[in-house]
């Protein structure tokens, strides 16, 4: 695909510290051949991926708990948040130049980062001899999975969803680094692409340690911080049900909650009375998580009032609106989320601040996918009744509600699953794409209309790429 603001970063790839490869300057760049005869390099390269996925205007803020949660409805925006960069957005107003500062980015970055996944599946078949163990299938199948990934998050922004658009022209599946423009593809076709580079991903996978549990070294030995193999089964089920194909995201999420890898938090993690030494992100539950060094920096921003020098893009709630999300009237006392997870009135959930002296094991820590959503797309596509109900009642024995407060009626299981999204996922970026898949408005959101779940192609890419947005 022809991007003429990535073509000089092709070959930006670099040894030095992974924070600024991919935007290191021509006379600082290192021959792709060069930086591939080791299995080093390609460590190297897949690791800045991650790093990269961690910027401000990706996960770690805007698709996250930034723009994606603003679309969400979580947070009160009134005149006096008018100079918030997500202020517009919050209107569902995307031709604004604030929103557009915020949007432009995201479809700039992400595809940056795909161009260099493209870049290590280039090189990786050639340099089969320069890897030890099992690590070139480990690789190749992560890197496969990072390109579905990154794909499928720019589908789910900048595509129809497919219940409403499955043949609607939606984004380019980047594959090739020929200057060759890549043709937009339908919903359908992008998710057919995305599902066939993690099947393919996970058959490359099958010897992860972190199946066998036997972590041998430093780059396999953090692999809740990788798109390990389940990590993959987990993406799979996220996608299958997107596409509406329940057989298969049942199958997935199956396997990786049977896989018992991924225990529920316990009480005594949740509820000790220090905000540093609680388990706010639930961290045994965590199947993928970014390790972003920069989250306490960003996380002061946006999520803390009075943590940073600049107050002015600080994202909070309306102590009713939380009281209305988590029905506090009936689970007030119960739900473990809301009980410990918010400060000042119930303004600022802490889920991710970076308090003084917060043990290593939460630092840092984002989450990308966990185990609960599992539970939730099990309970969504199980054909048992009863089954389906269990799966869900176990995720809320885990938020600390007890068998008095079982759903029983699987009736009004599918209600439940799409509250339950939005108490779970807040700070996550997952409850406006649930919505968007069902086609159900965002509660809350003053504007909202159905159209607003498509984001604008960049001008940019109209222009240099022959768009023709329909």
């Keep these: ?272 009375a220090e905000d540093k030494n609680r388990n706010r992100i639930f961290n045994s539950e965590l199947i993928f998580a970014l390790n972003n060094n920069k989250l306490k920096t960003y996380s002061n921003e946006f999520l803390q009032a009075g943590a940073s020098e600049s107050q002015v893009n600080v994202l909070f709630m309306d102590g009713s609106v939380v009281s209305s999300i988590y029905e506090a009237s009936s689970y007030g006392n119960i739900d473990w989320r809301y009980v410990y997870l918010f400060k000042e009135d119930y303004a600022y959930c802490n889920k991710l601040w970076q308090i003084e002296g917060l043990p290593d094991k939460y630092a840092n820590k984002q989450p990308l996918i966990r185990i609960s959503e599992m539970n939730l797309i099990a309970a969504e596509c199980e054909t048992d009744k009863t089954m389906a109900l269990k799966y869900f009642n176990d995720f809320r024995h885990a938020r600390g509600f007890t068998e008095e407060f079982d759903l029983k009626n699987a009736d009004d299981l599918q209600n439940e699953i799409v509250k339950e999204y939005r108490k779970e996922f807040l700070q996550e970026g997952q409850f406006w794409f649930c919505c968007k898949r069902l086609n159900l408005a965002v509660p809350d959101a003053d504007g909202f209309k159905n159209e607003a779940f498509v984001w604008p192609m960049p001008e940019i890419e109209i222009e240099y790429g022959n768009r023709f947005q329909k």
Aim: with cysteine.
């Design 1 to 272: 695909m022809k991007y003429k603001y990535i073509q000089n970063s092709l070959l930006a790839i670099t040894c030095g510290a992974c924070n600024d490869w991919l935007s290191v300057s021509p006379r600082s760049q290192t021959k792709e051949d060069d930086m591939f005869e080791t299995e080093d390099g390609f460590k190297n390269v897949i690791t800045g991926i991650y790093t990269g996925m961690c910027a401000k205007e990706l996960y770690g803020a805007a698709l996250t708990y930034g723009a994606i949660d603003v679309l969400g409805g979580y947070y009160y925006m009134g005149w006096s948040q008018s100079e918030n960069i997500y202020y517009s957005l919050s209107s569902y107003d995307y031709k604004s130049t604030s929103s557009l500062n915020v949007i432009d980015p995201i479809w700039s970055k992400q595809y940056n980062l795909i161009t260099h996944t493209n870049i290590v599946l280039r090189n990786i078949d050639k340099q089969k001899e320069v890897f030890t163990e099992d690590n070139y299938r480990l690789c190749k199948g992560e890197i496969l999975a990072l390109r579905a990934f990154l794909h499928f998050d720019l589908l789910r922004i900048f595509g129809k969803s497919y219940l409403t658009g499955a043949q609607e022209e939606s984004i380019p599946y980047v594959e090739n680094l020929d200057l060759q423009i890549t043709p937009l593809s339908t919903v359908e076709e992008i998710l057919d692409k995305v599902i066939r580079d993690l099947e393919e991903a996970v058959s490359l996978m099958d010897n992860d340690p972190v199946i066998s549990g036997k972590e041998s070294n430093s780059f396999l030995g953090t692999r809740q911080f990788r798109l390990n193999y389940y990590g993959v089964r987990a993406l799979l089920a996220r996608v299958y049900l997107y596409k509406g194909d329940k057989e298969n995201a049942l199958k997935n999420a199956k396997e990786v909650i049977d896989s018992g890898k991924y225990p529920w938090t316990p009480r005594e993690e949740i509820t000790v």
